[in-house]
Nanobody, 123 residues
């Protein structure tokens, strides 16, 4: 059974930082592209950042470029999202996702999803 479990969310003031983690089990992690997505209340799900199987290719949405960094540790089956200079508009539930295919446009066509972790940024 495939499991993706996000952690690291919480409440932070604007300008602060958080690091999200995604623990993956039940699949050969190095054979899967990974992504972080978010959904705020009343808004559509947004692709935040995606990373290819070995980390050689990454995608960032314009809204987070320069502030967020995606990384992965294939030896530990872990995906990370370092979030700096957080803004209130970053408030959302953040999900990690996995798929065998890497979509350079990070459009959310992923086969496996976690349950999400809440990130709330106060002004």
């Amino acid at each position: 059974v495939v499991h993706l479990v996000e952690s690291g969310g919480g409440l932070v003031q604007a300008g602060g930082s958080l690091t999200l983690s995604c623990t993956v089990s039940g699949l050969t992690f190095g054979g899967y592209a990974m992504g972080w997505f978010r959904q705020a209340p009343g808004k559509e799900r947004e692709g935040v950042s995606c990373i290819s199987w070995t980390g050689g290719s990454t995608y960032y949405s314009d809204s987070v470029k320069g502030r967020f960094t995606i990384s992965r540790d294939n030896a530990k089956n872990m995906l990370y999202l370092q979030m700096n200079s957080l803004k209130p508009e970053d408030t959302a539930v953040y999900y990690c996702a996995a798929d065998v295919a890497y979509d350079p446009a990070c459009r959310g066509r992923f086969g496996y999803w976690g349950q999400g972790t809440q990130v709330t940024v106060t002004s």
